[in-house]
């Protein structure tokens, strides 16, 4: 009786499919890939507080890299040549390159770490004219059928968290037509190629 109940037992354990030694397949998550982008350009948008007037230029993303998976971009430095800066009027970019603004010849770069991006928002540090602060943005990113990635998206940052105070109403009192909005915009549209 006993023989039978061990009998049944091992038969009971035994796979259903009757291959008792074939390997169990595993699940692995798809190796992450390093892309770069190249030199590419970054369109920037400030705005006066009064009217409409919202001045637009350039600026030169000097390189990228980053760490995708085909779910996850994370682990990225984008490096901006701020010397770069540029607009139509050469005596509004010669300012925005100024002390007023991004003083560029003691700054000459700003980085973006990028930590990941969750739910369609890009999170990680900035540091631009020697200060470092946290920002989230939206990004999408879209695989193309030749392998590179489109990324697109903008952020919209505070001027005055890196120290730029120049005619900002948080600083400065009756200021009127000449104060400027405190937030601008980087808008951005790039392809990213795997190494």
Same mark, same amino acid.
Not at 37 to 55: D, M, N
């Given at each position: ?67 995708? =998976? ?19 009027q050469a005596q509004l ?16 770069t700003a980085v973006f ?32 059928? =030749? ?10 940052l505070d001027r005055t ?27 951005? =549209? ?6």
């Amino acid at each position: 009786m006993k023989l039978l109940v061990l009998l049944l037992f091992l038969a009971s354990a035994a796979p259903q499919n009757g291959f008792a030694n074939s390997p169990q397949p595993s699940i692995r998550a798809a190796a992450a890939t390093t892309y770069r982008i190249g030199p590419a350009v970054v369109t920037w948008t400030g705005y006066a507080e009064v009217g409409g007037y919202a001045p637009s230029g350039t600026v030169q993303l000097r390189r990228g890299r980053f760490r995708y =998976d085909g779910r996850t971009l994370r682990n990225g430095r984008f490096e901006f040549d701020m010397t770069t800066l540029d607009q139509e009027q050469a005596q509004l970019a010669e300012h925005l390159r100024g002390e007023d603004f991004f003083a560029v010849a003691k700054y000459p770069t700003a980085v973006f770490e990028l930590r990941e991006v969750r739910a369609g928002m890009a999170v990680g540090q900035l540091t631009m004219r020697g200060v470092t602060r946290p920002i989230r943005f939206p990004l999408v990113v879209k695989a193309r059928p =030749d392998g590179r990635l489109h990324i697109s998206g903008s952020a919209t940052l505070d001027r005055t968290q890196f120290g730029i105070h120049y005619n900002s109403s948080s600083f400065f009192q009756h200021l009127g037509s000449y104060a400027i909005r405190n937030d601008f915009r980087l808008a951005f =549209d790039l392809t990213a190629v795997g190494e």
